[in-house]
């Protein structure tokens, strides 16, 4: 018995020892990736493993059992290793995860009150306690499975994992670990080479080196880096890996000819080795001996004697050509292996892929599979081959560098084009033609077809592989992984496989910035042409988009979670190509398919323009066409008469009779949709006809619709707070900020209901109630409300959507009205989503970029600048149909023209936009009167100047604006003072100077003071002059009025 206990003991311990290693990896993977059950997970792993150290019974169960625990771990460590680049582990694989965590600790607490028993306890508890570990082996095998078959999907391994022995999970963690160091905080060391000493004399060879590459740019660093690992050690193994035309043999010659490795290697012990006719082991090996001028027939060692003799650098060039080969590799590998043992030589191969050859320690770390140069050495590259375009053709050779993805024989193909028949025509060409204007060549080095077509005839590529890279072909966007499995596995099972061979082959590359899967632009279109998608795949991912959409579009746009909106954002350009491709079509044509994608096309719309994107939907004129034949079907007329109300371009679509018809389609629908369609239709009077009475009617109406609702729904807050926002520019702010409390309560209500946890409708009611309570001039209440807003809508499903960029203007506002300019305009820029410079900005873009424009003029912005700024948003609001913009536009370029003196062209655009703005936007209406009121703007006499200072007060009063009444009071201060009226300017400057100091307004604080400074000075109270003057120094300093500072450090002088 004794040998079977001492072997148990044994098996246990190194279960034990697999199991810590296992557990604690896991435990700094839960750390790295902040994934908190795994943590827990880990710690009962741990804990377990402790107990189990000082076990005494029942040792070979238990054994058996930790190794179920030691395999599982294991796993979900080789899934996780799979997606944590793409955020986390599925919602099954982690519920499946939770349920094996209860069955550790349960296991754990088994055994602990075991060991705290007395054996009189024990034994009368042993029948109970037994039961209790075998429901816990039974649970833990149910897990074991579970893993396995979770595994399996993921294609984790090609071996059934319920067979693999311990040992055998042991060594793939290892494995895994030594490819994945990034997984966790721990750093990996690698194993020493050795070599054997061969040194033999050696004749002298007979290859020619090639020669340097004539031009070469975007490689400084690749060069830099091998250049250092032969500096480093005289054995170096460096891969050069990319797919065709990316330069790799051009870089191995960039090195072959560097004066640095001329210093390092005889010029005779120097080697360049083409591989590409070289397609056996023995084929290889007689290549090289006639390179290194030994016979072709020379014996292996005889070859390697001749490598290894002084210090000599080898460099293998398409040596993808003799591995590839499945039945060759392992010759060829034994063959590479037994080069890389000598000692004197350094090695060098070139490979197609991003796969390295066994049996090789390559020098760490690694050099990177090269990558598409950046943009400023594309340039340089297409300049260093074709002539500089003139001016007119910068925009064209911008575009043709984008068609070649930055991949440097694309660009030298290119641009070897345009230096014979211009920009222009080779774009022509490119956009009729694709990648056959890249390959008029021979060979893989003048032919970018030739190049990709061998990467596709590679014998490690498979059928599933070429079907991934055509589908990929149309999805500009690229796949993440999770997209990847739940599209495409139920169609291509071993997807992740496919993804594999892609990568190892090069003909798709992972993008380091989102991590998606993507293809180059010059092999997409390849593809595209050549290859096109199997229909069935086609078919997964359009259903697949259209229920991610479905799920955006159920949750009335907003309101749905941000990892879905994140998603349709990832895969915009995806979702765009087949929806287009389906809309145009014509065997669609009167189909559901056509529904469909007419259904798809008005979500992408409406997704677009909530998510503030400024991205052109190319389908527009189509649906005008299409959609007539599908009134009949709500879920097609109803988005589309949405999108139609929200339409930023100016269509030949009647309005008038397309509102008359969508009157009609709601008037017996229920009160919910009624009151949806009223609230699109105000929009449409806001925006598009900037008819606010018109608005402010349509919108209490929706109110008053919503409100017959008995139950809360998202639409009552959204309806409520788009009342608000009306009403602050055609009413009152008291009258608005019933509203918004009455929205917030709403949101308060909802939110729940939309998602647990979700913030995004008290988000956007706090914004509104801020927007009121600056409106009522209560400044401080309004920053909290917005302070609390902007973190509300942090983690929210609405972060980053319109919603959030208009509450992030709206605390803009409020500094701007504190003079804090400095701080608005930073807001305004950080909100400000990225334009792509192809289309038009939004309508909210501008509406922003004018915002920015005006705090320029504030803080003395150099005015040509300006003018540029305006005159580019006038251009662009030509584009769309929007007055208001216009309007506002003039109000502007008065301010502007202030700035520079202009008073007479300043008053009449100022007087024009107040009357104009009067009825849309009390705001700006208000900011016109206050400047016409101000003696300082100098832009009318004291009479009039007088009587724009009682207009200002009067419509401030009416609208409930304290700081506007304040001031309105400044200004009539400063007519009285210019009257000489001291008393009465003092009363009232005092008076606007205590308000404003409560209200924290730094410029207009200070104003006050200097004028009460003037008063002092014709009293001769001296002092209390200088205590003004000098108080209002820090408040100019404070709103960068640098000028104003000046002025009173001179009247302190």
């Known amino acids: 018995m004794a040998p079977t206990t001492s072997a148990n003991t044994t098996r246990l311990a190194r279960v034990l020892e697999y199991t810590v290693l296992a557990a604690t990896t896991l435990k700094e993977i839960a750390s790295a990736g902040k994934v908190p059950v795994l943590s827990i997970t880990s710690t009962f792993g741990l804990a377990l493993v402790k107990v189990l150290e000082t076990q005494k019974t029942n040792k070979e169960e238990l054994a058996r059992m930790l190794e179920h625990v030691h395999k599982i771990l294991c796993s979900v460590i080789e899934l996780y290793a799979i997606v944590h680049v793409e955020g986390s582990l599925s919602p099954a694989i982690l519920f499946d995860v939770a349920k094996f965590t209860d069955t550790l600790q349960r296991l754990l607490a088994v055994l602990e009150e075991q060991r705290a028993m007395g054996r009189l306890k024990q034994f009368f508890k042993q029948s109970e306690q037994a039961a209790q570990i075998q429901a816990c082996k039974a649970e833990l095998e149910s897990s074991m499975e579970l893993f396995s078959g979770h595994c399996a999907r993921m294609n984790v391994t090609d071996v059934a994992r319920i067979e693999m022995e311990t040992e055998a999970y042991h060594e ?18 690698s194993l020493g080479t050795h070599g054997q000493s061969m040194m033999t004399t050696s004749s002298l060879s007979l290859s020619v080196l090639p020669p340097p590459p004539q031009i070469f740019h975007g490689r400084q660093a690749e060069l830099d880096n091998i250049l250092s690992s032969l500096r480093q050690t005289s054995a170096a193994r460096i891969a050069i890996l990319g797919t065709g035309g990316m330069g790799k043999t051009t870089l ?69 050509t003799p591995w590839e080969a499945r039945e060759e590799r392992d010759g060829v590998e034994k063959l590479l292996g037994q080069i890389a043992e000598l000692e004197n030589l350094a090695l060098i191969v070139t490979m197609r892929g991003a796969e390295r050859p066994a049996g090789v320690q390559w020098t760490r770390p690694f050099l990177p599979p090269l990558g598409p140069i950046s943009d400023s050495a594309a340039l340089e590259l297409f300049l260093d081959i074709a002539d500089e375009p003139e001016d007119d053709e910068q925009s064209l050779l911008r575009e043709l560098l984008e068609c070649t993805g930055n991949l440097p024989l694309a660009i030298t193909l290119i641009s070897t084009a345009a230096a014979d028949e211009g920009c222009a025509r080779t774009l022509e060409r490119w956009k009729q033609t694709k990648t056959l204007v890249l390959s008029d060549g021979y060979d893989k080095r003048s032919s970018l077809e030739i190049s990709i077509s061998l990467s596709l005839t590679s014998p490690r590529m498979s059928n599933d592989a070429l079907e991934l890279l055509s589908l990929l072909a149309i999805l500009p966007d690229g796949l993440a992984d999770v997209e990847l499995i739940q599209a495409l596995s139920g169609e291509m099972p071993a997807v992740l496989a496919a993804k594999a061979v892609l990568l190892r082959t090069a003909l798709a590359f992972v993008a380091p910035n989102d991590r998606r899967l993507k293809l180059l632009v010059p092999v997409r279109e390849y593809m595209a042409t050549s290859h096109p998608p199997v229909p069935v795949h086609r078919r997964a991912m359009w259903l697949y988009y259209q229920k991610l959409l479905e799920l955006w579009g159920y949750f009335d746009s907003a309101q749905v979670s941000q990892a879905v909106v994140a998603q349709v954002s990832a895969n915009w350009l995806n979702i765009s190509n087949i929806t287009i491709d389906e809309l145009a079509s014509e065997a669609n044509r009167g189909t559901e398919l056509e529904a469909q994608a007419l259904r798809m096309a008005l979500w992408m719309t409406e997704f677009s323009r909530v ?14 066409e299409r959609v007539r034949e599908w009134h009949h079907r709500g879920d097609v007329y109803v988005p589309y008469l949405y999108a139609a109300m929200d339409g930023q371009e100016a269509t030949e679509v009647d309005m008038e009779k397309l509102i008359a018809e969508g009157d009609e389609y709601f008037k017996d629908k229920d009160a919910y949709e009624r009151a949806r369609w009223l609230t699109r239709v105000a929009n449409h009077y806001q925006v598009y006809r900037s008819d606010l009475r018109k608005t402010v009617e349509l919108r209490q109406l929706a109110v008053d619709t919503i409100f017959t609702v008995p139950y809360p729904t998202p639409l009552h807050w959204r309806i409520s707070t788009a009342l608000c926002h009306d009403l602050m520019q055609s009413e009152d702010a008291k009258t608005a900020m019933k509203h918004a409390r009455r929205a917030h309560e709403y949101a308060l209500k909802v939110s729940p209901v939309i998602e647990p946890g979700s913030n995004g409708p008290i988000a956007v009611t706090l914004s509104v109630l801020g927007r009121c309570a600056m409106g009522l001039g209560d400044l401080a209440t309004a920053a909290q409300y917005l302070h609390a807003s902007l973190a509300a809508f942090r983690g929210s499903e609405l972060e980053g959507m319109q919603a959030q960029v208009k509450a992030e203007s709206i605390l ?29 900005p939004t309508l909210s873009h501008i509406f922003t970029d004018m915002n ?24 662009f609001l030509g584009l769309l149909v929007a007055p208001i913009g216009f309007m506002l536009m003039d109000m502007i370029e008065g301010q502007l023209r202030l700035y520079e003196g202009d008073l007479p062209g300043a008053a009449t655009l100022l007087r024009e936009s107040f009357f104009t703005l009067l009825t849309i936007s009390n705001e700006s209406s208000l900011s016109c009167a206050q400047l016409l009121s101000d003696p300082d703007c100098g832009l009318g006499d004291h009479e009039s100047t007088f009587r724009w200072a009682v207009i200002s007060l009067a419509f401030a009063s009416r609208i409930a604006d304290n700081l506007g009444k304040m001031q309105a009071i400044r200004c009539l201060g400063k007519v009285l003072l210019a009257e000489e009226d001291y008393d009465g300017a003092e009363i009232l400057l005092q008076m606007a100077l205590d308000d404003l100091t409560v209200l924290d307004v730094h410029r207009w604080r200070a104003d006050c003071m200097v004028q009460l400074a003037a008063i002092c000075r014709v009293r001769a109270e001296k002092e209390k002059e200088r205590h003004l003057l000098r108080a209002a120094i820090p408040l100019f300093e404070r709103s960068g009025q640098s000028k104003d500072v000046a002025r009173v450090e001179t009247l302190l002088q």
């Open 172 to 189: 793939n963690l290892l494995a895994l670990l030594a490819e994945n160091p990034a997984l966790t905080n721990s750093e990996l060391s």
């Open 252 to 320: 191995a010659h960039a090195v072959l000819n560097h004066p640095e490795t001329t210093s390092l290697f005889p010029e005779t012990q120097i080697y360049f080795v083409s591989c590409q006719t070289a397609t056996t082991t023995d084929e290889l090996l007689a290549t090289i001996a006639a390179h290194v001028g030994l016979d072709r027939k020379s014996r292996i060692k005889r070859v390697l004697q001749c490598l290894n003799y002084g210090k000599s650098l080898l460099v293998l060039d398409n040596f993808e």
């Open 611 to 624: 998510s503030n994107d400024t991205r052109k939907m190319p389908w527009r004129q189509l649906i005008h």
């Open 812 to 840: 803009s506002v409020l500094h701007s009205l504190k003079s804090e300019y400095v701080e608005a305009r930073l807001i305004l820029l950080s909100s400000m989503p990225p334009v792509d410079p192809r289309h038009p």
């Open 852 to 875: 920015v424009a005006m705090l320029d003029i504030r803080l003395g912005a150099d005015p040509a600048g300006i003018w540029a700024r305006i005159e580019e948003m006038r251009g």
